[in-house]
């Protein structure tokens, strides 16, 4: 079995490698070609913008999280009626997490058979790019790197000396030229774009970054670069997702899981929340900056985000928050990752302001200018819970600027995780629980080995269903 596909590249990150990604894939759905997208390794930001682009949801491969058979398989079977598939890298085409560049795009471009598109920034630089897209051939002459995208040209006789010097010297063919973007201002926030859901003009952004890259750049080559490419054959079975019913054999109800799904809280991978479906439940979405009341579900899961950019809003929701603590109280399953662990918390401190929280774990933390934690993570769960097996070696990632400045592990509140890679909670500790909740800071993927916390929350919520009907 075999897919056509292209992946994009940056020399480094900021090379602009996102805003080509968006580009094309609009220019592709545009022309009634169903594109794919992925973002290779852990992300919730950019995937996001792809998917807008796409209009389809987007997922993420990872070679350090998945197993190859996993990995192939998402590569193969997510959004299965698009022809082509776009896999946006992370960082530089050759960086991974040794010096060998275990993991980077270059690898999966190579595991995977497809060809592989550079960007590259040539803001004041002319031949140096040339230069640099030399190494980056030579450096490994098994990538299948097969075309430029130059980023950033301030003109034509600047256009001209760089492209002219790349297929002199480097062997390389340049696909296109996107000019500097003055006018077209994307949204940023630290690391990388502001997440889609905050922007409303997110689609008159991605249509007018799409006529740019249509005007500067040979779609009809990309195109015929998937579709010539000589493709590995794959074989092997895949999790595919499943559509459950109403009403569960014998007349159960199927439980409902609530996913907290606003411009707060954001961050989930598509294959969660259909792995949750396939698991046997149904999930609804609430929005914790407008719902005043928590709808009624069997369980609930809030994802990451920027609860810090929206703290005013969430703690002006005290009724949402007064009744999430109750329903915890009352034996709520509850599974919170990241911005979700924060939101259950005591408070959030935000510079001078202090925001209070939903009051489930005993935690408060500040918010800081720079990263806390970011990065994959490892740990595992030493003590008994509800949630993951005891002794399972788990990988995941964390991405936060925020840090505990009060609160600590108790027997109210135990931490169940031991982190043997990042940071964790507090203490190489991780995975706070209090009655049927638990919080963490690890973020994991449910192709990932290990992960079985969504599972179990279907079975927690399903327990629940047949006690109060």
């Keep these: 079995m075999f897919r056509k596909g292209l992946a994009i590249a940056g020399i480094r990150g900021g090379s602009g490698k996102t805003v080509v990604s968006m580009g094309i894939a609009r220019a592709l759905h545009r022309r009634g070609i169903g594109v794919a997208p992925f973002k290779k390794g852990p992300d919730y930001i950019d995937p996001g913008w792809l998917g807008a682009a796409a209009g389809r949801?987007?997922?993420?491969?990872?070679?350090?999280?998945?197993?190859r058979r996993e990995l192939v398989s998402s590569f193969l079977h997510s959004n299965p009626q698009c022809p082509i598939a776009l896999i946006e890298g992370n960082r530089g085409l050759y960086d991974g997490v040794d010096s060998d560049?275990?993991?980077s795009i270059a690898e999966m471009a190579k595991?995977?058979?497809?060809?592989?598109?550079?960007?590259?920034?040539?803001?004041?630089?002319?031949?140096?790019?040339?230069?640099?897209?030399?190494g980056c051939r030579t450096f490994d002459p098994a990538v299948p790197l097969e075309g430029v995208i130059l980023n950033n040209i301030s003109g034509e006789r600047h256009r001209r000396v760089i492209v002219r010097s790349i297929e002199d010297y480097a062997g390389v063919k340049v696909l296109g030229a996107v000019p500097r973007l003055d006018s077209l201002d994307l949204p940023e926030r630290r690391l990388g774009l502001v997440t889609v859901r905050e922007v409303p003009e997110s689609g008159t952004l991605i249509d007018s970054l799409a006529d740019i890259i249509e005007?500067?750049?040979?779609?009809?080559?990309?195109?015929?670069?998937?579709?010539?490419?000589?493709?590995?054959?794959?074989?092997?079975?895949?999790?595919?997702?499943?559509?459950?019913?109403?009403?569960?054999?014998g007349g159960e109800r199927v439980p409902v899981i609530g996913v907290m799904l606003d411009r707060a809280f954001s961050f989930y991978y598509p294959d969660t929340l259909e792995y949750l479906e396939k698991c046997g439940a149904r999930t609804v979405t609430l929005d914790a900056l407008k719902d005043r009341?928590?709808?009624?579900?069997?369980?609930?899961?809030?994802?990451?985000?920027?609860?810090?950019?929206?703290?005013?809003?969430?703690?002006?929701?005290?009724?949402l928050r007064g009744e999430i603590r109750a329903a915890v109280e009352d034996g709520l399953p509850v599974y919170a990752e990241c911005g979700g662990l924060i939101y259950l918390s005591e408070a959030v401190h935000c510079g001078d302001s202090v925001y209070p929280m939903a009051g489930v774990f005993p935690y408060r933390f500040a918010v800081e200018p720079r990263p806390q934690s970011h990065g994959y993570v490892e740990?595992?769960?030493?003590?008994?819970?509800?949630?993951?097996?005891?002794?399972?070696?788990?990988?995941?990632?964390?991405?936060?600027?925020?840090?505990?400045?009060?609160?600590e592990a108790s027997e109210r509140?135990?931490?169940?995780?031991?982190?043997?890679?990042?940071?964790g909670i507090a203490g190489g500790r991780d995975g706070a629980v209090y009655r049927r909740a638990l919080g963490t800071f690890c973020h994991t993927h449910p192709r990932s080995a290990g992960v079985g916390w969504m599972r179990n929350i279907v079975k927690l919520a399903r327990e629940r269903t047949a006690v109060n009907g």
Excluded: W
Excluded at 57 to 67: E, K, Q, R, V
Excluded at 380 to 404: M, Q, T, W
């Design 293 to 319: 009341s928590l709808p009624q579900v069997d369980a609930l899961y809030v994802g990451g985000g920027f609860p810090e950019n929206h703290a005013a809003a969430l703690a002006g929701n005290g009724s």
């Design 111 to 134: 595991s995977l058979g497809i060809p592989l598109i550079l960007v590259a920034d040539c803001t004041k630089s002319t031949r140096t790019v040339a230069a640099l897209i030399h």
């Design 413 to 423: 509140c135990p931490t169940v995780f031991r982190m043997n890679r990042g940071n």
């Design 379 to 407: 740990f595992v769960p030493d003590v008994e819970n509800l949630y993951y097996e005891k002794g399972a070696a788990v990988k995941g990632h964390e991405f936060r600027y925020s840090r505990i400045i009060g609160g």
């Design 57 to 67: 949801p987007c997922y993420n491969l990872d070679s350090y999280l998945f197993g």
């Design 215 to 249: 005007e500067s750049a040979d779609i009809d080559a990309l195109i015929r670069l998937a579709g010539e490419y000589h493709y590995r054959d794959f074989g092997g079975p895949d999790i595919e997702p499943v559509s459950m019913p109403e009403e569960m054999p």
């Design 101 to 103: 560049g275990t993991h």
